[in-house]
């Protein structure tokens, strides 16, 4: 039995899946007959893998053990943040949007077919570092979609117009990227009916999506085709099958964006989202500034 005691105590976290990094070192035979260094130092992509590794606490309880064990004295707890200043000859702000956490009606089907994906898990497969590095591929079986289904996934005692409005328009923003990559790609829109945009939107997606059809009426149930990987929508009675169903529901734009509205000084007239059906950056009043994605409050 050894006396031998640990230097330190640090708590064991057993769903930590990777281990730390191992340093390379030169083989034994080189080492022997030369002067050459042993350990060749991390590479630049097992650095920062390993940096993500160390960092991964849970949450900071202050217990210093992670400055006790770094040698060369890395962490400073006293660090506040600084401002950081870049000269820029143009700003484009992008703001992200997050959907809000209220249940999806079991008829829309979400959850029950891979092939069945809300509006934001579509904006990270158009993503070039989303799952499929901006390949639109279906998630069962990896194929292109030739046929996807955006669908205004709102319930009617939520059905506020200008909500239900900005979905669409998050949704034919994507329809127009989709097609962008790939011309022959059939796009249809299904809106409940009451709204009273239905002219306007169809309009617009006439302009900004090739040959995209908007079907008006309630949604009965949407649901994986029996024998193929298709997702079927039934709307007022009539069944049509794609091959990828996007569900369009209301979304929230972060606190955070506000703060950045007021210190650019936008001052944007608008109700909160992204009002322009068109993907192209748009001029705001400040000279420099454009804006991507989604308008928001000042």
């Known amino acids: 039995m050894s006396d031998r005691k640990k230097d330190r105590y640090i708590i064991p976290f057993d769903d930590i899946g990777a281990e730390r990094a191992k340093m390379p070192r030169i083989g034994r035979d080189e080492a022997v007959c030369s002067f050459t260094e042993v ?8 650095a920062q893998k390993e940096a993500q590794r160390c960092l991964a ?6 217990c210093a053990l992670c400055w006790a064990e770094c040698d060369p004295q890395c962490i ?6 600084e401002p950081l200043e870049l000269a820029a000859d143009a700003v484009v702000v992008a703001p992200g949007a997050l959907r809000k956490h209220e249940k999806i009606a079991s008829k ?6 891979m092939n069945i994906v809300t509006g934001l898990q579509f904006e990270r497969i158009l993503s070039e570092n989303g799952p499929y590095e901006g390949q639109i591929l279906r998630p069962h079986d990896g194929d292109i979609p030739r046929s996807i289904a955006f669908v205004l996934a709102v319930e009617p005692k939520d059905r506020g117009a200008a909500g239900a409005y900005h979905a669409l328009l998050y949704g034919l923003k994507e329809a127009a990227a989709a097609q962008n990559r790939h011309k022959d790609m059939d796009v249809m829109f299904f809106i409940p009916a009451g709204y009273d945009f239905v002219a306007q939107f169809k309009e617009l997606a006439s302009k900004y999506a090739v040959g995209a059809e908007v079907v008006e009426g309630e949604i009965a149930s949407i649901a994986q085709a029996p024998e193929t990987a298709g997702v079927v929508v039934d709307c007022a009675g009539t069944k049509l099958e794609v091959d990828l169903t996007v569900l369009l529901g209301r979304l929230e734009i972060p606190d955070y964006l506000k703060e950045l509205d007021r210190r650019l000084g936008l001052k944007l007239e608008s109700t909160g989202f992204w009002e322009s059906a068109s993907p192209e950056p748009l001029e705001t009043a400040v000279s420099g500034v ?9």
């Open 39 to 46: 350990e060749t130092g991390l590479t630049e992509n097992l």
């Open 57 to 62: 606490c849970r949450r900071c309880l202050g």
């Open 76 to 81: 400073v707890f006293e660090q506040t943040s």
């Open 108 to 113: 829309f089907g979400f959850q029950e077919s």
């Open 290 to 298: 454009s804006l991507a994605g989604f308008r928001f409050k000042d």
